[in-house]
């Protein structure tokens, strides 16, 4: 007998996905917004999408509980075939939105498309009403409820009909009271900045509970707009970029952006763009790809498709040029904050100078410069004594005030305080010494006019000449002795006064004369870059500079905080001139007018 063989076949199962909790994935899409902010742009967008040209958000109170209502003039809700707004199909056909049917005819400028937006509200507050007129002039409104899959269309009373739309969320969510108008403008500002330019609709945020009307504007950015930017293009679209090049911070972000809707506010949080130039702090603006696509669920995060892997590659040769603009910004700023640094040590100096002994720190000759006043302007190169002790101040007076170049900050103020220059210096007997007072206002700038000044010998003997001037000589007495000395300087009512302390001496020995030769300044300084060195600094006589080892360890540390470099460079400055003005002296001795010097300087530095 013949056996049979038989064959069996495996059944194929197919079939189409279908939810088998309708109310459960409404409740999971209606909490899938994470961002009530974000909630409230989307209700606006939908004024946008309706043609509206005015949108107004209020925020207030009602019955002891705090509502918010969006408001417009669009067209409203579309109506069915007896003229009525179609609520029912806006109820029962969510994750199907008639704008994405209305795309596909070809309606171009309409942002919404997935039929979820108005679940939204559940992230803002416990029910929902939205009204609109039919075309019989009557008003038509909807209620819902949070965690109830009901829904109520009922007719309401009006007095006119009104056009548009009215959504209103009562009460907020517990989390949500204390939402401000403020908040919600500066947020519809930049997500919807571009929707905003570009439809001209009007949006006010009405905050009845702070009694504050806002009006919502385009977001401006600061710094320098970059033209010279190459166009990006790929195969899906054109991308638009408007991108501002500005002082280096935190606050400087990249927005992306999708048909004038903000998707990402700053395009770190995508990994993509974690590197330069986006990540150096450098830009601000946008980055504009109306064909992304995006996760349905909050509309804040991208499909990771190929439309995004063509945007990154056509942003390449945009990413270069905006490397080149950031090298150069670095090098410039670099540049600029050498020439700060040096003003600002150049001037802690110069003060702490007027406070220490003359002939102690007599540093380049310094204090025979600034009582000389010699400044030569027809010199090419200005000299460093009038960057030192001020233009104003070498000459003894400030610029004529009829002088066309001078500015309106240029004028000082009224009095504020009084120095006395040198604040300490020593005299020999029968000798005399000229001393000025320095009046200033608030902003440190010299004051010259309805000043009457006065000197006295507060301690000590000794006498002014010229007692009621601006400049006074002090005449020693013939006896070594300690002097305390004032001036007291009025302007009408205001009145400021200062001290001196001159020590007035004797000695058997006759002083060298002073050799001739030419006089300087405090000299600028310079970086060589020279790591594992120990130097920290070098003071060049020919040039007049301090050589700084900028690969010094100390440095590099300094280096992470503005104000700690700041402070030293002035320390290395300070020891640069205690070991040229106290040269030979023991260390001990040295490490003391290091100290005092510093002590003074830092006072001052700025």
Not at 234 to 261: K, Q, S
Not at 410 to 431: M, Q, W
Not at 459 to 470: D, T
Request: net charge positive.
């Amino acid at each position: 007998m013949a056996k049979v063989k038989t064959t069996r076949r495996k059944k194929k199962i197919t079939g189409k996905l279908r939810i088998g909790d309708d109310w459960n994935a409404i409740t999971i899409i209606a909490l899938s917004q994470t961002n009530p902010l974000k909630a409230v742009a989307e209700f606006v967008e939908n004024s946008i999408d309706a043609q509206a040209h005015n949108v107004t958000i209020v925020r207030g109170r009602e019955g002891g509980q705090p509502y918010l209502r969006i408001s417009d003039d669009g067209d409203g809700i579309l109506r069915d075939d007896q003229g009525v707004p179609d609520f029912k199909f806006v109820a029962t056909h969510i994750c199907d939105s008639i704008k994405k049917r209305l795309k596909a005819e070809g309606a171009v400028g309409i942002q919404g498309e997935f039929g979820i937006g108005l679940m939204s509200f559940w992230i803002v507050g416990e029910e929902l009403s939205i009204s609109s007129a039919g075309v019989d002039g009557k008003m038509y409104e909807m209620r819902m409820a949070k965690g109830n899959p009901s829904y109520r269309v009922l007719q309401r009373r009006t007095l006119f009909p009104e056009k548009g739309t009215a959504l209103k969320i009562k009460p907020l969510l517990s989390g949500l009271r204390q939402l401000s108008g403020e908040k919600i403008q500066w947020f519809l500002a930049s997500e919807l900045r571009d929707r905003i330019r570009h439809s001209g609709v009007q949006i006010r945020v009405i905050d009845r509970q702070a009694r504050k009307e806002y009006k919502v504007e385009p977001r401006q950015f600061t710094g320098r707009l970059l033209h010279q930017l190459p166009e990006a293009k790929c195969d899906h679209g054109d991308i638009y970029l408007e991108l501002y090049l500005a002082e280096p911070g935190t606050e400087n972000r990249v927005g992306l952006y999708r048909a004038g809707t903000r998707v990402l506010e700053n395009i770190l949080d995508f990994e993509a763009f974690q590197h330069p130039p986006w990540n150096e702090g450098y830009l601000q603006g946008i980055v504009e790809a109306p064909f992304l696509h995006l996760t349905p669920g909050t509309r804040s995060a991208i499909i990771r498709d190929d439309t995004l892997v063509d945007l990154c590659r056509s942003l390449e040769p945009v990413e270069e040029i905006l490397n080149r603009f950031i090298v150069a910004q670095k090098k410039a700023e670099e540049e600029q904050a050498s020439k700060r640094i040096l003003r600002s040590v150049q001037r802690a100096l110069r003060e702490a100078l007027l406070n220490l002994p003359e002939e102690e720190y007599d540093w380049f000759d310094i204090h025979a410069d600034m009582k000389a006043g010699r400044v030569s302007r027809k010199r090419k190169k200005p000299s460093l004594p009038a960057l030192l002790i001020g233009k104003e101040e070498a000459s003894g007076s400030e610029p004529a005030a009829d002088d066309p170049q001078k500015k309106f900050f240029d004028y000082a103020g009224p009095l504020h305080s009084v120095r006395i220059s040198p604040a300490s210096c020593v005299v020999p007997v029968e000798k005399s010494k000229s001393l000025r007072a320095l009046p200033r206002d608030r902003s440190h700038r010299i004051v010259e006019k309805d000043l009457t000044f006065l000197w006295r010998i507060l301690e000590g003997g000794g006498r002014f000449e010229n007692g009621e001037g601006e400049i006074a000589a002090f005449m020693a007495g013939s006896d070594p002795e300690l002097c305390r000395v004032g001036v007291t300087v009025c302007q009408k009512e205001i009145v400021c006064t200062a001290e001196a302390i001159i020590t007035v001496t004797d000695t058997l020995i006759p002083e060298p004369k002073q050799p001739a030769g030419p006089r300087q300044g405090l000299p600028g300084y310079t970086f060589k870059y020279e790591p594992g060195k120990l130097w920290r600094s070098q003071y060049s006589e020919e040039q007049n500079v301090i050589i700084i080892n900028s690969g010094h360890r100390d440095f590099v540390f300094s280096s992470s905080k503005k104000v700690l470099k700041l402070r030293y460079i002035c320390r290395l400055f300070a020891k640069e001139l205690v070991l040229k003005n106290f040269h030979g002296y023991p260390p001990d001795q040295l490490l003391e007018r290091m100290i005092e010097l510093s002590l003074y300087t830092e006072e001052n530095l700025k």
